[in-house]
């Protein structure tokens, strides 16, 4: 009896790397032209860690802390600018959220009410402040408020949107079923399903307002951005530093509360599931997954260094 | 009295669900509704009370047409109507409470029910309803923390708290283990009988139906292909539904025993 040869199938040719290295390649060269056409001086990176030093013991060796008063105060406003705004953007975004989500609205109002908030969103509150707001309402916290509020508007209209376009449809196809009212059904069939991850945006928009109220008092907005402009414009270091100090630690108990909150609103809402006497059916047994929540929990991990 | 006449449902894409239907249920009954899955039977349910609309035909309930009301007055119709569903369709993040007052909301004013106020003549009736499926100590807590008999019987509270004439069942146990299924068609068994509401059940499983089922109606390709009283349905009948001979995932028991 002979051996007989069994013929094995063919062995597949490796795939190209062609592709893979023009992409490389590309990327290389994107970096070169960019380094060399921004003109950095890169030598004066060298003594980068001589400035630094030399600045950070202008600044907090030791801050004027005669300047805390003022500092904290300027502080106060820029968060009150923030929280300001985020309720604006909250109370404007919720309807127009609806408005925008495909499965409770209708086609054409959703992709009109979206492409507007597209368009509020293409514009930084920076721009905002200083080619809307400045001109109408004077330098001051009221146009940084408003630029925050509107810009605002934009991405948390759009995250409600996804929120709503998320929801578990049977509550609703049983609250239509009672006989309710359109009104009624978004209220008991939509809004619970919705509210936490909502209430959750719109805490991390404010820790991001935060950020941005801080920015927007370099151009004339008020708050503690304005107090840094102005210090840093006198070279009075050690006036600034405080400002920093005070920016820092604000900012980081800010988001500390904030990413609590949301924490507990987060996995608060249903996160515990008795399945008890439901059959293994996963699909059924199973909060249905939806993006909207995998992104909500997602944000409610999210860190302080997101702005 | 629910009256189908020449009934037809055609889904877009051409599926016909339900074909030239005709049938009468009159008020006080405990109807189970056996079939295939896409036999119909879930559009046969829902066109009693509007949610699916008719391509053809009529149906009335109480003389008054499901096909043509719109608005308002397709509202009150459904507002006499209970609904409960397979997977319970509960709003999971609130109370079982604010789930059972979803029954109240046709008899609510608009501004009261977006605020939250409900008339305590409204509470009163939701705890009423959760108290008749025994579950009134959970009024509080929040619908996701409930086991899956629990929360059908929410469901169940929800129908009961609209003060229905009829209540539409699909298929209410297939998420749910044999005893629970049992403890749930014992349930509206219990309200069929007690408060005379029509009972209209979707059910897969052959032994349930005949248990609980006190007129059988078979359902195939959106026909009716059999009407008649529990007792009568024998293997034969059961098997002439399903056009196909019956296996054990037919029956509840037998399903639970594998």
């Known amino acids: ?307 | 009295m629910i009256d189908f006449k020449n009934a037809s449902v055609t889904y877009p894409g051409g599926v016909h669900a339900l074909r030239d239907l005709t049938l009468q249920i009159p008020d006080g009954e405990m109807v189970v509704i056996v079939g295939l899955s896409g036999a119909g039977k879930s559009t046969l349910i829902r066109a009693i009370n509007g949610l699916v609309p008719l391509t053809g035909g009529d149906v009335t309930v109480d003389g008054k047409s499901v096909a043509k009301a719109r608005g308002g007055e397709l509202r009150r119709i459904r507002s006499r109507i209970g609904m409960i569903f397979q997977t319970f369709n509960l709003v999971k993040r609130t109370t079982v409470l604010n789930n059972v007052l979803m029954g109240r909301l046709h008899a609510t004013p608009t501004w009261r029910s977006l605020v939250g106020r409900y008339r305590p003549g409204d509470v009163e009736i939701a705890m009423r309803a959760l108290e008749r499926v025994g579950i009134v100590e959970k009024a509080y807590v929040r619908a996701a923390n409930l086991s899956g008999g629990q929360q059908q019987r929410v469901g169940i509270a929800r129908a009961l708290a609209q003060e229905p004439k009829i209540i539409l069942a699909d298929e209410p146990v297939a998420s749910l283990d044999p005893p629970t299924s049992h403890m749930v068609m014992r349930d509206l068994q219990r309200i069929n009988r007690e408060l005379g509401i029509t009972t209209i059940v979707n059910l897969h499983f052959l032994d349930l139906a005949k248990v609980y089922g006190d007129r059988i109606i078979g359902m195939r390709d959106g026909q009716l292909v059999y009407d008649g009283s529990g007792a009568q349905a024998d293997e034969n009948v059961f098997r002439d539904i399903y056009g196909r001979s019956l296996t054990a995932d037919d029956v509840l028991e037998a399903a639970a025993t594998r």
């Open chain 1, 1 to 307: 009896m002979t051996a007989s040869v069994i013929p094995l199938p063919r062995r597949p040719e490796a795939p190209s790397r062609t592709k893979r290295n023009l992409t490389v390649l590309a990327t290389l060269a994107l970096l070169v032209w960019a380094l060399l056409s921004v003109d950095a001086e890169l030598d004066r990176l060298v003594d980068l860690p001589a400035r630094l030093a030399s600045m950070f013991d202008r600044m907090f060796l030791p801050p004027d802390w005669d300047y805390f008063g003022t500092a904290a105060a300027a502080m106060v406003a820029s968060i009150q600018m923030a929280w300001i705004g985020t309720l604006i953007g909250a109370v404007i975004s919720l309807p127009l959220g609806f408005f925008g989500a495909r499965n409770v609205s209708s086609g054409p109002v959703s992709n009109m009410v979206r492409l507007f908030l597209n368009a509020v969103r293409a514009f930084p509150e920076l721009v905002l402040a200083v080619v809307v707001f400045v001109p109408i309402a004077g330098l001051g916290p009221v146009a940084g408020t408003l630029a925050i509020g509107v810009h605002s508007v934009g991405t948390l209209g759009k995250l409600t949107a996804e929120a709503v376009e998320g929801i578990d449809p049977g509550p609703v196809e049983a609250a239509r079923a009672t006989g309710a009212r359109p009104l009624q059904v978004q209220r008991w069939g939509v809004i619970p399903q919705v509210l936490p991850e909502v209430v959750a945006f719109w805490l991390y928009r404010f820790e991001i307002n935060l950020r941005a109220a801080a920015v927007l008092g370099i151009v004339g907005a008020g708050g503690i951005g304005q107090i840094l402009s102005n210090t840093l414009e006198y070279r009075r270091f050690d006036k600034a530093g405080m400002a920093i100090l005070i920016i820092i630690v604000a900012t980081i108990l800010i988001d500390y509360i904030s990413g609590t909150v949301r924490r507990r609103i987060i996995e608060g809402s249903g996160a515990r599931r008795i399945q008890g006497d439901v059959l293994e059916q996963p699909e059924l047994v199973e909060v249905p997954a939806s993006p909207l929540s995998e992104r909500g929990r997602a944000m409610a991990r999210v860190d302080t260094d997101v702005g």
